[in-house]
């Protein structure tokens, strides 16, 4: 059995500028405080703090959507890759982020917190200045 989850933040930026931060390795790096290399081409492979996350691109529409194969070094070997569907909506003076994550592994609700602690409160403070 697999899991999935979807939460979502409104950040102060454009969904572009959130599109761009998270497929470009020295954004993505300032936006989560931590080591990564992105890529704004589909196909192409990414990792996200200091290789803890990786994996490849799946689907990119530019300042809508980022579609990602996404695992983690906790993943066993045998487990398929989990799909990110990362959705980016303008909402008022702003973006709503919604992230879907799906095929996680049973044991992988632990991510859902992991988002919000890692990526959506370091996000609103880049996203602020």
Do not use: C
């Not at 799909?83 to 859902?112: C, F, W």
């Amino acid at each position: 059995m697999t899991l999935a989850f979807e939460i979502s933040e409104v950040l102060k930026a454009t969904p572009q500028a959130i599109y761009q931060a998270w497929l470009d390795s020295k954004g993505h790096t300032l936006m989560t405080g931590s080591p990564a290399q992105a890529s704004a081409r589909v196909g192409e492979s990414f990792s996200a703090w200091d290789g803890y996350i990786f994996g490849r691109n799946l689907e990119l529409e530019p300042g809508r959507r980022i579609v990602q194969a996404w695992r983690t070094t906790e993943f066993q070997p045998s487990d398929p890759d989990s799909r990110l569907e990362v959705i980016l909506e303008p909402e008022g003076k702003g973006a709503r982020v919604t992230i879907r994550h799906s095929n996680l592994p049973p044991d992988g609700m632990q991510y859902k917190q992991g988002w919000v602690e890692f990526y959506f409160e370091p996000m609103r403070t880049y996203f602020q200045d």
